[in-house]
């Protein structure tokens, strides 16, 4: 499947159709990833397991492993660990896909869920995902863009909800100086909309 998302953060606006998941490959065929795609469009992909960490060859493997988790393995590596869902171990667990295209671990045929996908968003905010502070582990739901239209890595925006006085949707400019690659990060505030109402950003502080 070619094409890729947008870099930039965006919202599915469309009704949610049967969504598909798999591997995939946005640019160099070399480089593989696991994501979730809506039937409607095969290049429009709403979410990525691996995307610090491409396949790079065909060989890669998905298991749902004896406690529960999915593990992404690159058998080219040694059978390294790309990635993998992090939750309590489970006695029995289920896999699941439904049409809202948030994929489920769940513990066994109950409704509680191990472990969604909606609580790692990739760039893309469907209905039913949440952004903001996650009171329940102290982690934050946000949306981070790719790096460019072929490499889903995280990129130089993210998208999140302040909730330090009146909740507000903020897009954040995140950026490594080029002269210290690993260096400290550049961040700035680029917009605010409460209420739903743009108002001027700021120049990205160093």
């Not at 995280?154 to 999140?160: A, E, L």
């Amino acid at each position: 499947m070619a094409g890729a998302t947008s870099p930039t953060a965006r919202r599915s606006s469309r009704p949610v159709a049967p969504s598909h998941w798999g591997f995939f490959s946005p640019g160099a065929p070399s480089r593989r990833y696991l994501g979730i795609w809506f039937s409607v469009s095969n290049a429009t992909v709403c979410w990525v397991a691996n995307r610090d960490q491409p396949l790079l060859d065909k060989s890669g493997t998905l298991v749902l492993n004896d406690v529960g988790s999915l593990v992404l393995g690159d058998s080219s590596r040694r059978t390294r660990t790309a990635w993998s869902s992090n939750f309590l171990p489970a006695s029995a667990a289920a896999v699941q896909l439904p049409e809202s295209g948030n994929l489920v671990v769940r513990n066994g045929s109950s409704s509680t869920s191990l472990w969604q996908s909606f609580d790692q968003p990739s760039d893309t905010l469907l209905p039913g995902m949440k952004l903001g502070k996650n009171l329940w582990t102290g982690g934050e739901w946000q949306l981070t863009s790719w790096r460019s239209a072929d490499d889903p890595s995280p990129g130089d925006y993210r998208r999140t909800l302040e909730s330090s006085g009146l909740p507000e949707i903020v897009t954040w400019y995140v950026r490594r100086r080029d002269d210290v690659p690993h260096g400290p990060l550049e961040r700035g505030l680029l917009q605010r909309r409460p209420g739903g109402v743009d108002v001027p950003g700021q120049v990205p502080a160093a």
